[in-house]
C-alpha cells in the first residue's frame, strides 16, 4: 500500500464511508436484513461496513450496494473515492507500537478542521519540543525501557505535521498559567519549549491562550480535555487517561464544549497571551 503523505486517516475514511452508505440505505427505505438478502452480504458485515468496522471493504461490495440504492454519479465516486483512501496505509503506521490505545484518537485528529484543548497541566502535544515531550513521558511512564520511551517520544514530534502541513489543522489552545511554570525537564528545556510555544501561537491556524492564576476557581478545575471537530461526523470528545483515553461523541460533547467557551472567556486574549508567555520564559534561570 501506499503511505499518506496528505492529511488522510484511513480509520476516519471508513466511518465516513459507512455513513454514506448507512444513509442511502435508509432513503431507500430498506432495511438491513432486507439489503443482506437481495446482496448476499450478511446483516453482521454490513453492520461492520456501516460502522466504519470493515478494513477489507472492496471496490465491488461498495458499487453492490450503490446498485441496490440507485447511486448516481456523483455518490459513486465519492463512496469509491473514501474505498480507496482508506485502503491508504496512515502516516502513523511505523509508530503503531508506540501511540497503542491512542491511534483511534490519532485516526481522528489527523483530518480534524479544529482541535480545542484545555490543557491544565502540560504544554499540548502538537505544540512540544523534543526536549520536553522527552521528559513528560519519561516522568509517566517511569518503569518502561528507555527504547519504548524513545518511540513515543518520536511518535508525540511525528503527529505535529499536521499543524505545519499545506492544509492544517486550526488548533485553538486554552492551557493554565501553571503550566508555564512547571519546569518540565529543567530551565533549558523549558525555556526552549516556551519560545517554542509563542513561535507555534504566531502562526494564522494556531491561537493560544493562558488562563492566568488570579482567576482563581474556574469550571476546568476537573482536568483537561480535547474538543474534535470532524467533517461530517460532527465533534468528539477525547478526555486523556494512562497510555490511551475515553473518547465520546455522546451527549457530553455540548457539555464541555460550553465549558472550554467560559474558559476561552475566562483565559487572556491571544496577543496578551503571547507576550505573558514570553515574559515567563525570560524569568527562568
Known sequence: MVM???RVSPPYRLRLLGVRLARLREARGLTGAQVAQQTGFTPSALSRLERGKNRYVTPGDVRLLLDLYDGDQKVREECLDLVASARVTPYWAPHRRALGELEEYV?????????????????????????????????????????????????????????????????????????LRQHVGGPVVMREQLDRLVEEAARPNVTVQVLPREVGAHPGMAGGFVLLSMPWLGEALFIEAGGGGVLDRGPRVRE?????????????????SAAFIARVAEEIE
Open 256 to 272: 464541555y464544549g460550553r465549558l472550554l467557551s467560559r474558559l476561552q472567556a475566562l483565559a487572556l486574549p491571544g496577543e496578551e
Open 107 to 179: 485516526a481522528l485528529e489527523t483530518e480534524a478542521q479544529q482541535i480545542r484543548y484545555w490543557h491544565p497541566l502540560l504544554i499540548p502535544g502538537l505544540f512540544q519540543t523534543e526536549a520536553y515531550a522527552h521528559a513528560v513521558i519519561s516522568a509517566d511512564w517511569f518503569d518502561h525501557e528507555p527504547s519504548l520511551v524513545r518511540l513515543k517520544a518520536r511518535a508525540r514530534l511525528a503527529r505535529q505535521w499536521i499543524v505545519r502541513c499545506d492544509d492544517p489543522v486550526h488548533v485553538h489552545a486554552v492551557i493554565a498559567e501553571g503550566v
Open 4 to 6: 499518506s503523505e496528505s
